[in-house]
């Protein structure tokens, strides 16, 4: 089945630093990705829907300028968290699914996730 | 995007069934339901999806009532590896989707598997 890549599965840096997250997708073309973010306990909250060839659109709350995507490709996107501090310290998941078109559903794919420690 | 109740937990032994409820009262006509796996440190991981009536797979069933304002996902004979958090999720999922289409998860069900 089609999967989807994140590099680093886990990264600690230092507090004010950036760091930045891989997501590709391994054997399709993904024209939109989704960035999800998870704290200990809860649900993953949608972060940015990353669009290949364009600017990412970011959920209320989350702010654009600390945590940039690039949708380089078709299958690749980067979630670069910068300036980070403790408080962004987190599980960071991404998911892509394929393009639609034919009258079968295809289920997203959801990466294995990167663990963010700031310290 | 339809929003969805579900138990926060459920505990469980192996060998028995489990059948985790979901309520989704305002569903759309053109929603799909849709349940996710997830382990912890790992990403969800698909499961199966319905819109009426019962889906069978070789993982799990799905149970759908004529007014498709709940859906129950049963797991047959569970083991200590279905212990994981299940999430339960209603949108336009439909045939010929947009894959710009959100995936907004609710709180998800915390089961655990007792031996």
């Known amino acids: 089945g089609a999967v989807v890549s994140q590099h680093p599965s886990r990264v600690i840096c230092k507090s004010g630093t950036s760091v930045k997250i891989e997501c590709r997708s391994l054997?399709?073309?993904?024209?939109?990705m989704f960035w999800y973010r998870q704290f200990p306990k809860q649900s993953l909250m949608l972060m940015a829907t990353s669009n290949e060839g364009s600017k990412a659109t970011y959920e209320q709350g989350v702010e654009k300028d600390k945590f940039l995507i690039n949708h380089a490709s078709l299958t690749l996107s980067t979630l670069t968290v910068t300036s980070a501090h403790p408080e962004d310290s987190s599980f960071y998941i991404c998911?892509?699914?394929?393009?639609?078109?034919?009258?079968?559903?295809?289920?997203?794919?959801f990466g294995q996730g990167t663990r963010l420690t700031v310290v | 995007l339809a929003k969805t109740t579900q138990p926060i937990s459920m505990d469980s032994y192996e060998g028995q069934e489990v059948n985790i409820t979901c309520s989704h009262n305002?569903?759309?006509?053109?929603?799909?339901i849709t349940w996710y796996q997830q382990f912890p440190s790992q990403g969800p991981r698909f499961i199966i999806q319905g819109y009426k009536t019962k889906v069978t797979n070789e993982v799990a069933s799905l149970f759908i009532p004529a007014d498709r304002k709940s859906s129950t996902l049963s797991l047959p004979r569970v083991s200590l590896s279905d212990t994981a958090v299940y999430y339960c999720l209603v949108g336009e999922d439909a045939p010929g989707y947009s894959s710009a289409s959100k995936i907004i998860f609710g709180s998800g069900t915390r089961l655990s598997i007792r031996p």
């Open positions: 998911s892509a699914r394929a393009a639609g078109g034919s009258a079968d559903y295809t289920e997203a794919f």
């Open positions: 054997d399709f073309q993904a024209t939109t």
């Open positions: 305002n569903i759309a006509t053109n929603d799909y």
